[in-house]
């Protein structure tokens, strides 16, 4: 079964500085998706970023960027220029490759990120 | 406009009664899943439908059941078999499985039992 891990249960970061949130995870496949999901205090889940296992190329979107070592299974999100609107918590989420019945995201325990004005 | 809604908002249950939980989707998604949070535990996967009339257990499938008589529709059943049902419950939707797409996710519903 597939797992994945988020160590830090809090960070906090100043506004306009850059803050990267760790993830891990562990596997047997070698074809997989990578997300991070964004919960604001709504609490309505935004996905912020996606990251095929397939491409080597990181992913980025606007201010946020991962670092992906496939080999070390590390799926790391850099958030820059940090705004105020960027508090919340933050998923690490997995999903195999192999779709069908037995295809699910599984989620990490989150991350809370505040960031201070 | 497209989107997936859960109702309600929250919802209070007496020990020992069975509660429903909705979600309905217009995105004309096949795939539609059930999450549990609780505090420091992330999300965990009660159930989740591929299709029309066909659903798999999650990880944590006891004390709940769900039905999939519509595509569009997905409600989940809380019973009193769940020893600890308190906690805040998220639907989503994708097409085809959450592997091609992303998964959207409706507004959740916080379910207290008093």
């Known amino acids: 079964a597939q797992t994945v891990t988020q160590s830090q249960p809090e960070m906090s970061v100043q506004e306009a500085e850059t803050v990267t949130l760790s993830c891990t995870y562990d596997t047997s496949e070698s074809n997989y998706y990578l997300f991070w999901y964004k919960q604001p205090p709504s609490r309505q889940m935004i996905l912020v970023i996606r990251?095929?296992?397939?491409?080597?190329q990181n992913a980025t979107e606007n201010r946020f960027s991962v670092n992906f070592q496939k080999a070390a299974k590390s799926f790391s999100l850099k958030i820059s220029d940090s705004q105020l609107g960027d508090t919340a918590m933050y998923f690490c989420a997995f999903m195999s490759g192999i779709t069908g019945a037995n295809s699910k995201l599984t989620f990490g325990k989150g991350i809370t990120l505040s960031v201070r004005p | 406009d497209g989107g997936i809604t859960q109702s309600p908002k929250y919802l209070f249950r007496k020990e020992g009664q069975n509660v429903t939980l909705s979600c309905e989707q217009n995105l004309n998604h096949d795939a539609m899943y059930w999450y549990r949070q609780d505090p420091g535990q992330g999300l965990r996967l009660i159930y989740y439908?591929?299709?029309?009339?066909?659903?798999q257990k999650g990880d944590i499938a006891e004390g709940y059941s769900v039905s999939r008589e519509k595509k569009e529709s997905f409600p989940l059943t809380v019973t009193s078999a769940q020893k600890n049902p308190t906690a805040f419950y998220l639907c989503a939707s994708s097409i085809e499985g959450l592997a091609t797409t992303e998964a959207f996710f409706g507004q959740g519903t916080r379910l207290t039992v008093v």
């Open positions: 439908s591929q299709i029309v009339n066909d659903f």
């Open positions: 990251q095929e296992a397939y491409k080597q």
